[in-house]
């Protein structure tokens, strides 16, 4: 069972990164994608067992194997274009919240740049938003299957 400071770090997670407003039509696209290769994914077996249950030289139809060709190039072609959405969908959180931390470190006051290098908070804000992208990207992925 989870912690509750486990739980109210993920909330905080979810928090974050619905704050930088990610594009809803573009997860709708990617999501109705992952809809149609599965689809498509399912229709090659059930195309599948209609060749191999009625296999014959004379009861070849074309139409199951132009079927089964479509399902193919469908799934794959969906597959890859919702891949690429999500990949879009998480470069933009990645960005926006590079650009919330930007604005905050702007208008920090001199006596934090003083106690703190320059450097070390522009390295630390470009490293934990990779350690976000890291596990946001692969996520969102999961979320498509």
């Given amino acids: ?12 997670l ?36 209609q060749l191999i249950d009625d296999f014959s030289l004379d009861s070849l139809s074309p139409g199951v194997i ?7 190039f469908l799934q794959a072609i969906a597959g890859g274009v919702s891949v690429y959405i999500l990949a879009i969908i998480g470069q933009h959180i990645i ?13 920090l006051p001199i006596s934090y740049y003083d106690a703190n290098e320059t450097g070390d908070s522009v390295s630390r804000m470009t490293n934990d938003t990779g350690i976000i992208k890291n596990l946001t990207v ?8």
């Fill in 95 to 107: 960005a926006s919240l590079r650009e919330r931390l930007w604005r905050k470190l702007l208008v």
């Fill in 1 to 12: 069972m989870k912690s509750t400071s486990e739980k109210g770090k993920w909330k905080q």
């Fill in 138 to 145: 692969p996520s969102l992925e999961i979320l498509r299957f």
């Fill in 14 to 49: 979810v928090a974050l990164i619905k704050a930088t407003q990610p594009p809803k039509f573009l997860f709708g696209i990617s999501l109705f994608l992952s809809l149609l290769t599965t689809l498509a994914g399912l229709a090659i077996p059930l195309l599948t067992s």
């Fill in 66 to 72: 132009v079927g089964i060709v479509v399902a193919f």
